[in-house]
């Protein structure tokens, strides 16, 4: 085979990789996880599950991959703006280009988002227990998602810091974790109560940490103006 064959071949490869995620991504999110077996996503793209599987190491290395794909997908969508490798990967740090305000308020931005599509949270929170095992290809994933989401929001927290809008001698490496942690946990808990507002329980966590943050982008001038009394 030539290599000019081996190129086409590869891009076709990866094409077909790519429509097979973007395809999976609507199976769950329309007919919810517990529906989306490999026979169904098979059939979604015109594949034997022998096919579908060819493209990927494994059925937990095809949901890890779904869930890169859907992150790729809100990044695009909420951070319409950022440059595709400017970031390394970390689909999140291009939440505080514009400002910690509107870091959180695209955070519940995407959470909103996801509480429309129960099926990949319930994917989401399926695959992170999975990775507390490390050989399982959800493990990195989680490993380097966690660290992404949590030095988006150590950003955040140093520019609030910088602006004398919060205490400088919090852990905002600690306090970023906890926010992860809350988001994380409230997935969870609303398999259990699908009607749990997510966004509202940790648009309310946000408040009680930055009480002057506006969620449409800029601090609230009364809030700044009660903090100069004080």
Do not use: C
Request: proline residues 6%; aromatic residues 8%.
């Amino acid at each position: 085979m030539t290599l000019m064959a081996r190129r086409g071949s590869y891009a076709k490869g990866v094409a077909k990789r790519n429509e097979i995620l973007h395809r999976a991504l609507d199976v769950v999110a329309d007919h919810g996880f517990p529906n989306a077996s490999v026979r169904e996503l098979a059939e979604a793209v015109d594949l034997s599950q022998a096919g579908l599987l060819h493209y990927f190491d494994s059925k937990d290395d095809l949901f890890t991959q779904i869930l890169h794909a859907r992150d790729e997908s809100d990044a695009r969508h909420f951070s319409p703006g950022r440059p595709d490798d400017a970031d390394g990967g970390n689909y999140f740090a291009h939440w505080t280009v514009d400002g910690p305000d509107q870091t959180f308020t695209t955070y519940l931005d995407v959470i909103e988002h996801n509480t429309h599509v129960p099926g990949l949270i319930e994917l989401f929170a399926r695959m992170e227990v999975r990775a507390a095992d490390p050989a399982n290809p959800a493990h990195e994933f989680f490993t380097d998602r966690n660290r992404n989401v949590q030095s988006t929001f150590v950003a955040a927290f140093h520019q609030l810091q910088a602006a004398g809008r919060m205490d400088p001698d919090v852990d905002v490496e600690s306090l970023a974790r906890i926010l992860q942690a809350v988001s994380d946990g409230l997935q969870l808990q609303r398999l259990l109560e699908p009607g749990l507002d997510m966004a509202g329980i940790v648009g309310l966590l946000i408040r009680l940490i930055v009480p002057d943050w506006d969620p449409q982008g800029s601090p609230s001038p009364m809030s700044s103006a009660e903090r100069e009394d004080t």
